[in-house]
């Protein structure tokens, strides 16, 4: 299924005047916030009776007002010189829909060149009044694309493809577990705001290539893909703190604190994943993370908690998270009207008192202030 085959010129002059008012009032990356002259979120409660998620019909687009297809990961290798390349790496598409407005589709591309020490990133933005969306009725997986940024996927075995100066990447992924389904149906829940359904691939080893200023650097790695759907937006004035941790005894975990515009924790998440594919909830009680410092943006001024200490108690893990660069914000006000931090990290512990180490991604919404 594609949602592409799009013409040019029509979709942005038409994507002028109605971005402007979908765009208005966002507050976090993939959602855009009630405000404007969107319509709200219904008041009413959810149907306590949902869908259940299904593979492969869910992995394609659904008839929600918001969904996203995530990926992040590490990336290593060498050039032809014999150079050693170390990189982290986030692309994302979301699809927005709003009353009787065609889809907006958003995307986000960046690299961490933890080598060379920089931090790069590239946003796009499409409204696309020829979409084919298939609600959960395609067997065939997913095709995105915004121009030469393409994302396709089925049962796991995935591609992307994207560019911005200076790098471009290409990647085939091969999850080596079954998805995970969060909150043990892949659904959680924030009260009025709405439902998400939420899985997600933990484990997927990679091969491809990212060309580094003209030069191949051929790449192996390990990427983790987060896909979310339903009728929510976001908390305008909240956010969350997300994170994803990849041990190296193949096991791995997904941590979700969500917060309200009061700054007020509103509702926490985490699944620990074993060796074997197993999932499990960890309870709120089990799982805490405490900012080791702060890093302020000099582009947004924004504060953000850097470096962490996440301890699991009924896992008997002590992880202590490193981001790989202190600067990984991507201000992203022209596609989704909000600037966040989202960036590799660097893993070291104890698991039952025994060392281990592994790496991650951690994002966090809600710091700067939205556009």
Known sequence: ????????????????????????????????????????????????????????????????LTEWWYYTGHLNGKDSSGKAHLYGFEFVIFQSLRGDFPPVYAAHFAISDITAGTFHYDQRQLQEPDAVIPNGTSTTGFHLALGDWTMQGLNGHDQLQASMT??????????????????????????????????SRTRMPLTGTVVDHGAAVQVTGLAWMDHQWGNFLSLVGGGWDWYSIQLADDTEIMM???????????????????????????????????????????????????????????????????????????????????????????????EAGQPISGQGHVELTGYAPAA
Not at 9 to 29: F, I, K, R
Not at 172 to 179: H, I, Q
Not at 182 to 196: A, D, E, M
Not at 267 to 273: L, Q, R
């Open 256 to 350: 979700y604190f969500i917060r309200d515009p009061s700054g007020k924790i509103a509702a926490t998440y985490a699944t620990h994943v074993s060796a074997d594919g197993e999932e499990s909830i960890l309870a709120s009680k089990d799982f805490t993370s405490q900012a080791l410092s702060t890093w302020t943006s000099p582009v947004t001024h924004a504060t953000y908690p850097s470096g962490w200490q996440v301890t699991i108690t009924s896992l008997k893990l002590s992880l202590t998270l490193t981001p790989q660069l202190r600067d990984q914000e991507l201000v992203t006000t022209a596609t989704t009207g909000a600037a966040y931090w989202e960036g590799a990290v660097a893993i070291e512990g104890q």
């Open 1 to 64: 299924m594609s949602i592409y085959q799009f013409k040019r010129q029509h979709t942005l002059l038409l994507a002028l005047g109605v971005l402007t008012v979908l765009l208005a009032g966002c507050g976090v990356p993939g959602t855009i916030a009630a405000g404007g002259h969107l319509p709200p979120v219904p008041a009413s409660p959810t149907p306590t009776v949902l869908p259940p998620v299904r593979f492969p019909q869910d992995e394609a687009p659904h008839r929600n």
């Open 166 to 199: 200076d790098y471009q990447m290409m990647l085939d992924l091969r999850a080596t577990k079954p998805a995970v389904l969060h909150g043990g149906n892949g659904l959680i829940t924030n009260g009025l705001n709405g439902f998400s359904y939420y899985y």
